[in-house]
């Protein structure tokens, strides 16, 4: 992994939670969670309440390779903190096979992690920004080609309406290389991520764009992609590495 970008291979995290659970989740899983995954090689990008439902902890983090993926997570789900915590942290969940394999949509278009700096165990501070995430489920054509179209067609149109595409992904279809923790393997993907300096920033975007993109979406998008878009409302939570 190039030191300022990550990563080839992500994973997109979407939990179901048992009603009211997801704070102890999120203590749990930022106090021993998070540097204990990065000791064996991996990255924890970041960790989000999703403000539409109260219910749904998101996560991401990054590998090297397929490869390195399999080993890292032999090493952290094989190793004793996993073990100790497991039972606390599945007790949380109805659900957490809801995951995306991604990769770059293109060489640049990872994540930087130029000055990003993860706020350590005893900080206080409330995590800032919110980041949306945007999920198109492919019709009839690859990530590649949609890369290509969102590229030409999106990017300028987001663009003029003040947003920045932060990264974008399209499925990694590579077999997975962990089978004991599911992906979603009949998904055709593409994601784009964008950061509001807060939730009420987003709202008025969301508000103000609406009419040109629904319009863009009802011109270009039906002969690319299968229903509706996926939006997610992400709030960083204190340690996310990933935040405004």
């Known amino acids: 992994m ?48 999703d403000l539409d439902d109260p219910d749904r902890f998101v996560w991401l983090r990054g590998f ?14 094989g190793g004793p903190v996993w073990k100790a915590h ?7 969940m109805i659900d957490s096979d809801n995951v995306l394999l991604l990769r770059p949509a293109r ?7 130029t000055n990003v700096t993860r706020p350590p165990r005893e900080s206080t501070e409330t995590a800032r920004g919110v980041l949306v995430a945007t999920i198109y489920h492919l019709g009839g054509t690859t990530g590649d080609d949609f890369t290509d179209f969102f590229e030409r067609e999106l990017r ?3 663009q ?7 990264a974008s992904f399209v499925t990694e279809h590579h077999p997975n290389t962990f089978p004991r923790l599911p992906v979603r393997e009949d998904v055709n993907a593409f994601v784009w991520f964008s950061l509001f300096p807060n939730r009420a920033a987003w709202d008025s975007y969301a508000k103000a764009s609406a009419v040109p993109m629904h319009e863009w979406e009802l011109k270009k998008l039906p002969k690319l992609i299968k229903g509706q878009s996926e939006v ?5 939570t204190a340690r996310s590495l990933i935040h405004g």
Do not use: H, W
């Open 160 to 166: 003029q309406t003040g947003t920045f595409v932060l």
């Open 86 to 92: 497991r039972d606390a942290a599945n007790a949380t």
């Open 64 to 77: 090297a390779d397929m490869a390195s993926r399999a080993t890292a997570l032999q090493e952290f789900y």
């Open 107 to 113: 060489s640049e278009s990872a994540f930087s992690l």
């Open 2 to 49: 190039r030191a300022r970008t990550c990563c080839p291979v992500v994973e997109l995290r979407q939990y179901t939670l048992k009603a009211g659970r997801r704070d102890a989740l999120i203590e749990l899983f930022e106090r021993e969670f998070i540097e204990t995954q990065e000791a064996t090689g991996m990255i924890v990008l970041g960790q989000f309440r």
């Open 156 to 158: 300028p149109s987001l």
């Open 232 to 236: 997610l409302v992400l709030a960083p």
